[in-house]
């Protein structure tokens, strides 16, 4: 489900010039239509999204035994996970986590600051694990089970906005 960055293309029975997509489409002339490929469409990205997607791929292509362990890369269904979950709870003003590999294909994600220690382990999709620390006194959030419900995520991540 990953959004492309292309553009909008429009075909045409007549020889009228491309529309270019804003967001809704008006034809050029009334004998002409528009199919979308969304491989094609053109989206605006998050600045988060630049920074996760090219720390993503460099996870991707991590080599077996970049631990010293024996561990391979982040799987691939574990980094698509993530970028739900991402999507799902991330505004454009959410700073961009940092994203750490793990031992068997999985990964962490971090956010470290405003008296914040939020850290999500992401073993496999559908199975991660929420950790806060508050440094305000407020009791923490210990590797609290998520699997489809990112509900307090969301809510702790509005904190550093």
Do not use: C
Request: aromatic share 8%; hydrophobic share 40%.
């Amino acid at each position: 489900m990953e959004e492309a960055a292309l553009m909008f293309q429009e075909l045409a029975y007549s020889d009228s010039p491309p529309v270019e997509w804003n967001g809704r489409y008006q034809p050029a002339q009334s004998n002409s239509f528009a199919l979308v490929e969304l491989s094609n469409l053109q989206v605006q990205e998050s600045a988060w999204r630049a920074v996760v997607e090219k720390r993503l791929n460099e996870l991707l292509k991590l080599r077996k035994g970049w631990d010293g362990h024996n561990s391979g890369p982040v799987s691939s269904a574990t980094a698509t996970f993530a970028r739900a979950i991402l999507r799902s709870v991330m505004t454009d003003e959410t700073p961009p986590p940092a994203l750490v590999p793990a031992n068997g294909g999985a990964l962490q994600l971090e956010w470290h600051q405003q008296g914040l220690d939020i850290e999500l382990m992401i073993y496999r999709a559908t199975d991660a694990e929420l950790t806060v620390h508050f440094h305000d006194g407020r009791p923490s959030i210990e590797e609290q089970s998520l699997a489809t419900d990112f509900q307090v995520l969301s809510g702790v991540l509005e904190e550093l906005i």
